[in-house]
T-cell receptor, first 113, second 115 residues
Framework: AQTVTQSQPEMSVQEAETVTLSCTYD???????LFWYKQPPSRQMILVIR??????QNATENRFSVNFQKAAKSFSLKISDSQLGDAAMYFC??????????FGTGTLLAVQP | DAMVIQNPRYQVTQFGKPVTLSCSQT?????MYWYQQKSSQAPKLLFH???????NEADTPDNFQSRRPNTSFCFLDIRSPGLGDAAMYLC??????????????FGPGTRLLVL
């Protein structure tokens, strides 16, 4: 069975600085998708970034980028030029072949002004 | 704007009193999901519909049922809510087509309180 591990329950970053959130996963599948979702307090879960496992190039969305290391089964999220609105719970997720999203336990990011 | 809508946003029910949560979508996605998310935890998949095909997770209690009368709507029925069922319930949709990554799009959630 696939598992997703986020080893950092909480992180803090200064506004305008860069922060990296860690995620590792375990799977025997060769083709899969990985996601980072953001869930602000009492607000909707929204997609931050997506990575297809067959693509070697790391995905980038504006200030958000990933470091995807397939052999190491690592999928970290880098947030550049952090903003106050980035404060949220961040979930790493793996999409299994069965349509199921398997989430990590989340990392709560605080952004200090 | 295309979206996933959940009603109500907050629901209070009594112990043992059946409750229904609603989800609708304007994305025309063929897959709809229901997740349970307890405080400070990751969402846990309860079940999903692939078109009209219902797929239950093995550890979803029998107390939880779902209906999908058409593409746009999906309902979560809790037949006899217990105190342990108090949680946020998230509805999500995806377009199950290769190349789209089956990204799931989430609604705002319904927070259920059981008294």
């Amino acid at each position: 069975a696939q598992t997703v591990t986020q080893s950092q329950p909480e992180m803090s970053v200064q506004e305008a600085e860069t922060v990296t959130l860690s995620c590792t996963y375990d799977t025997s599948e060769s083709d899969y998708y990985l996601f980072w979702y953001k869930q602000p307090p009492s607000r909707q879960m929204i997609l931050v970034i997506r990575q297809e496992a067959y693509k070697q190039q790391n995905a980038t969305e504006n200030r958000f980028s990933v470091n995807f290391q397939k052999a190491a089964k690592s999928f970290s999220l880098k947030i550049s030029d952090s903003q106050l609105g980035d404060a949220a719970m961040y979930f790493c997720a793996y999409r299994a072949a069965t349509n199921k999203l398997i989430f990590g336990t989340g990392t709560l990011l605080a952004v200090q002004p | 704007d295309a979206m996933v809508i959940q009603n109500p946003r907050y629901q209070v029910t009594q112990f043992g009193k059946p409750v229904t949560l609603s989800c609708s979508q304007t994305l025309n996605h063929n897959v709809m999901y229901w997740y349970q998310q307890k405080s400070s935890q990751a969402p846990k998949l309860l079940f999903h519909y692939y078109d009209k095909d219902f797929n239950n997770e093995a550890d979803t209690p029998d107390n939880f049922q779902s209906r999908r009368p058409n593409t746009s709507f999906c309902f979560l029925d809790i037949r006899s809510p217990g105190l342990g069922d108090a949680a946020m319930y998230l509805c999500a949709t995806s377009r199950a087509r290769q190349g789209d990554g089956e990204t799931q799009y989430f609604g705002p959630g319904t927070r259920l309180l059981v008294l």
